[in-house]
């Protein structure tokens, strides 16, 4: 196939991306139709850019979307990327190869593999450096047990590997620290919610993001 093509693993069917935009999701209007009910009705787009591609997560979805098992927000896409909308898998294809400079690989191999429960801990961790008090503290092992009803040790457990997956030393502060290398990975970010206000999305940006919020999260 000539054009860039997105392939759903489990059917085997194959859609063409539009000139400028593709949307996917479950709803009856949408170019890439996926039925399955961790996906919502308008769920992401496909962006077409000159020769490239990506991805945007409309913000729509509880499960959003990933990118070789990465939540993201907004990414550009390499041909034989794994997309999953939800639990629904994806492939695309069809892209013009490129060479990957060195500095672009190691911006993509910055941010280590997590799982979903590493996840929540990390948005609970950062809620209150991004709330709209300046110089907030990032949440306690308690308060993240609490946030997400689990016990004060399994968050202790989950904050230690996350120490060793982001390489953050013993020493002082080292929650704060923690914080500051997620935000400034762009791994946390505030996203309007329709239900509360606001709420927290943990996704990965496709370039590190260092600005006020990073600034925000100081030691106390």
């Known amino acids: 196939m000539s054009t860039p093509f997105l392939r ?6 194959v859609f063409p991306l539009r000139d400028v935009v593709t949307t996917v999701g479950r709803g009856q ?13 308008l769920h992401a787009e496909l962006v077409r850019r000159g020769p490239y591609v990506y991805v945007a997560d409309l913000g729509l979805s509880r499960n959003g979307t990933r990118v070789n098992g990465r ?19 994806c492939r695309i294809g069809g892209l013009e190869q490129e060479e990957i400079t060195a500095e672009a ?5 910055a941010v280590p593999e997590l799982t979903r429960r590493e996840l929540d801990v990390l ?4 809620r209150p450096a991004l709330s709209d008090e300046a110089f907030a503290t990032p949440a306690t092992a308690h308060e993240i047990a609490a946030d997400l009803v689990v016990t004060e040790a399994a968050v202790k457990q989950h904050l230690l590997r996350l120490y060793q997956k982001f390489r953050i030393p013993e020493g002082p502060n080292r929650r704060t620290r ?11 970010k505030p996203m309007p ?21 990073d600034q925000a999260v100081q030691a106390g």
């Open 29 to 41: 209007g949408v170019d890439i139709r996926l039925d399955d009910p961790s996906v919502s009705r």
């Open 105 to 109: 690989e190691l911006r993509r191999s």
């Open 123 to 126: 948005t609970s961790l950062c």
């Open 71 to 89: 939540p993201v927000a907004r990414r550009v896409l390499d041909e034989d990327d794994v997309l999953s909308f939800g639990a629904a898998r």
């Open 178 to 188: 923690l914080a500051n290398e997620v935000v400034a990975l762009g791994l946390v």
């Open 8 to 13: 759903v693993e489990e059917s085997g069917e």
């Open 193 to 213: 919610s329709a239900e509360a206000g606001e709420q927290l999305s943990v996704y990965v940006l496709q370039q590190p993001v260092r600005g006020r919020r």
